[in-house]
Nanobody, 117 residues
Framework: QVQLVESGGGLVQPGGSLRLSCVAS????????ISWYRQTPGKERESVAA???????GYADSVKGRFTISRNNAKNTVYLQMNSLKPEDTAVYYC???????????WGQGAQVTVSS
């Protein structure tokens, strides 16, 4: 089992910044990749950014150049630094872990991010 706990959401003005954190616990040695997703009411959950076991990263086109995913292995934590935030970034942001042995998917509880003046 892998447990994920997100934090760092909140209300920010357009153009502002927030940093989300995702702390992993449990059988973390099984984790192959951790991703951030976001979801707004009535829409499907969409992938925002991901970081793999070897440190490779990937981003959705809508956030490239504004969001940065990183990790601190000593703290079992993955971060999502969000800069130049736009109202359309408003969503609930979820942390996801993909594991091996066996292949499974785990989700955190979500963190609300609201970008509004």
């Amino acid at each position: 089992q892998v447990q994920l706990v997100e934090s760092g959401g909140g209300l920010v003005q357009p153009g502002g910044s927030l940093r989300l954190s995702c702390v992993a616990s449990g059988t973390i040695f099984r984790i192959n990749a951790i991703s951030w997703y976001r979801q707004t009411p009535g829409k499907e959950r969409e992938s925002v950014a991901a970081i793999t076991r070897d440190g490779s990263t990937g981003y959705a086109d809508s956030v490239k150049g504004r969001f940065t995913i990183s990790r601190n292995n000593a703290k079992n934590t993955v971060y999502l630094q969000m800069n130049s935030l736009k109202p359309e970034d408003t969503a609930v942001y979820y942390c996801n872990a993909q594991t091996r042995y066996p292949v499974e998917s785990y989700w955190g509880q979500g963190a609300q991010v609201t970008v509004s003046s």
